[in-house]
């Protein structure tokens, strides 16, 4: 398959494909004239990089993954995978309870001043609730 087939099969701009291909994500198997003629193993490989990059991983984890993906099944591929999983996953929970505490935040505030009465009533409390999220930005 060519570039613009694959293009229209995953959804992705052709520029997107040969961006991967540059950093080094994927070899792109070529003809004799030189195009890039996409066989099932590249195929598959872009689909990975794609929902990883979709996952919102940066390219060095894609990176990453990828090397992992080509390395020979045993048992220095099993610690090496499980490590970089555990410590994503870790990151991600990370975020995500930092994310959760804005939520928090920004709900308790909504509460405390869902009119003009509540938030002149409330003034204090929300200066009080934004302020110590201030000084609690490093946690956050």
């Given at each position: 398959?060519?570039?613009?087939?694959?293009?229209?099969?995953?959804?992705?701009?052709?520029?997107?494909?040969?961006?991967?291909?540059?950093?080094?994500?994927?070899?792109?198997?070529?003809?004799?004239?030189?195009?890039?003629?996409?066989?099932?193993?590249?195929?598959?490989?872009?689909?990975?990089?794609?929902?990883?990059?979709?996952?919102?991983?940066?390219?060095?984890?894609?990176?990453?993954?990828?090397?992992?993906?080509?390395?020979?099944?045993?048992?220095?591929?099993?610690?090496?995978?499980?490590?970089?999983?555990?410590?994503?996953?870790?990151?991600?929970?990370?975020?995500?309870?930092?994310?959760?505490?804005?939520?928090?935040?920004?709900r308790?505030?909504?509460?405390?001043?869902?009119?003009?009465?509540?938030?002149?009533?409330?003034?204090?409390?929300?200066?009080?609730?934004?302020?110590?999220n201030?000084e609690?930005?490093?946690?956050?």
């Amino acid at each position: 398959m060519n570039i613009k087939e694959v293009s229209e099969i995953l959804g992705v701009l052709p520029s997107k494909i040969r961006y991967y291909e540059d950093q080094g994500l994927i070899e792109i198997p070529r003809d004799e004239n030189g195009y890039r003629n996409f066989d099932e193993v590249s195929l598959e490989k872009l689909k990975i990089i794609i929902s990883l990059k979709n996952l919102e991983f940066s390219l060095k984890d894609i990176r990453y993954a990828m090397e992992l993906l080509s390395l020979p099944p045993g048992e220095d591929c099993n610690k090496k995978s499980r490590g970089y999983w555990e410590e994503l996953i870790y990151e991600v929970e990370c975020e995500l309870k930092s994310k959760l505490k804005i939520l928090e935040t920004l709900r308790e505030v909504y509460d405390l001043s869902t009119d003009h009465i509540s938030y002149e009533k409330n003034k204090d409390k929300i200066v009080e609730i934004l302020g110590d999220n201030k000084e609690k930005g490093s946690d956050l």
